[in-house]
């Protein structure tokens, strides 16, 4: 099976001093970094979502340092692809289908923000079906532990949920 690792946004208002601070960004962040070198280190392709409001919003709105992916993502992915998302599942309205099919992927592994929100919708979207999609649950943070704890639960149903 030929793996693609998948952040999907890790942004800067997710953090402290951003717009809208999660839960344990600092692990996940952490986390996601480790998974990202092993990904390299074993020629797997790491593909960036990044999500921009569609119009003013509470936070991601494009062009802000808030909607910017987090620089230690970027450091780590130097010329990783960057797929831009309007929508909670991060295969609507972008090219992050073909984008995985151009690679040959046929596994997937999710790390990022919000658990319950974007990697949720991700997870599930009709078109992951073809992907056998794994979600890195230590490395994904949401608004709350709880609600990440759940989310994982819930989504360990349908996909892998192992740590990274």
């Given at each position: 099976?030929?793996?693609?690792?998948?952040?999907?946004?890790?942004?800067?208002?997710?953090?402290?001093?951003?717009?809208?601070?999660?839960?344990?960004?600092?692990?996940?962040?952490?986390?996601?970094?480790?998974?990202?070198?092993?990904?390299?280190?074993?020629?797997?392709?790491?593909?960036?979502?990044?999500?921009?409001?569609?119009?003013?919003?509470p936070?991601?709105?494009?062009?802000?340092?808030?909607?910017?992916?987090?620089?230690?993502?970027?450091?780590?992915?130097?010329?990783?692809?960057?797929?831009v998302?309007?929508?909670?599942?991060?295969?609507?309205g972008?090219?992050?289908?073909?984008?995985?099919?151009?690679?040959?992927?046929?596994?997937?592994?999710?790390?990022?923000?919000?658990?319950?929100?974007?990697?949720?919708?991700?997870?599930?979207?009709?078109?992951?079906?073809?992907y056998?999609?794994?979600?890195?649950?230590?490395?994904?943070?949401?608004?709350?532990?709880?609600?990440?704890?759940?989310?994982?639960?819930?989504?360990?149903?349908?996909?892998?949920?192992?740590?990274?």
């Open positions: 099976m030929t793996q693609a690792l998948v952040i999907i946004d890790v942004q800067n208002d997710y953090f402290p001093g951003g717009a809208f601070p999660l839960w344990n960004p600092e692990a996940a962040l952490a986390n996601t970094e480790k998974a990202m070198g092993q990904a390299r280190a074993q020629g797997v392709p790491v593909i960036l979502v990044q999500h921009l409001a569609d119009g003013p919003s936070f991601f709105n494009e062009g802000t340092p808030g909607a910017r992916i987090h620089p230690r993502i970027l450091a780590a992915a130097p010329g990783a692809p960057v797929i998302k309007r929508h909670a599942d991060a295969f609507h972008t090219t992050l289908d073909r984008t995985l099919r151009d690679l040959g992927a046929t596994g997937l592994k999710l790390a990022g923000m919000m658990t319950h929100n974007c990697v949720t919708h991700t997870a599930l979207s009709r078109a992951a079906e073809p056998a999609v794994t979600v890195l649950g230590d490395c994904c943070a949401t608004v709350s532990e709880i609600l990440h704890r759940v989310a994982l639960n819930a989504l360990s149903v349908r996909v892998e949920v192992p740590t990274a």
